[in-house]
């Protein structure tokens, strides 16, 4: 299994990024997939969560209305779309499939 995360950086509050993952060696189609991340001094906590053939998604309260996943199983891809980002959106975010091992995430600074 293998996940690599891209599309993080520095963005000014109220602004957005894409996130990107692409999966490679397990059957993507075959998987949910979540978006994690993990603030300094914080566990790492669930964002969003997408099923097998996308027609259900779950948010954190903490994002809900604000962030959409969304996932391609033709390219074996999953993203992230994040607008109004706030500065507490500030961490490293990782996608996963629920098996083997995490990608090594991408950073995520919200600042002005």
């Known amino acids: 299994v293998q996940l690599v995360e891209s599309g993080g950086g520095l963005v000014q509050p109220g602004g957005s990024l894409r996130l990107s993952c692409t999966a490679s060696?397990?059957?993507?189609?075959?998987?949910?997939m979540s978006w994690y991340r993990q603030a300094p001094g914080k566990e790492r906590e669930l964002v969003a969560r997408?099923?097998?053939?996308?027609?259900?998604?779950n948010y954190a309260d903490f994002v809900k209305g604000r962030f959409t996943i969304s996932r391609d199983n033709v390219k074996n891809t999953v993203n992230l779309q994040m607008n109004s980002l706030k500065p507490e959106d500030t961490a490293v975010y990782y996608c996963?499939?629920?098996?083997?091992?995490w990608g090594q995430g991408t950073q995520v600074t919200v600042s002005s």
């Open positions: 996963y499939s629920g098996i083997g091992s």
């Open positions: 997408i099923s097998v053939a996308g027609g259900s998604t």
């Open positions: 060696g397990f059957t993507f189609s075959w998987y949910a």
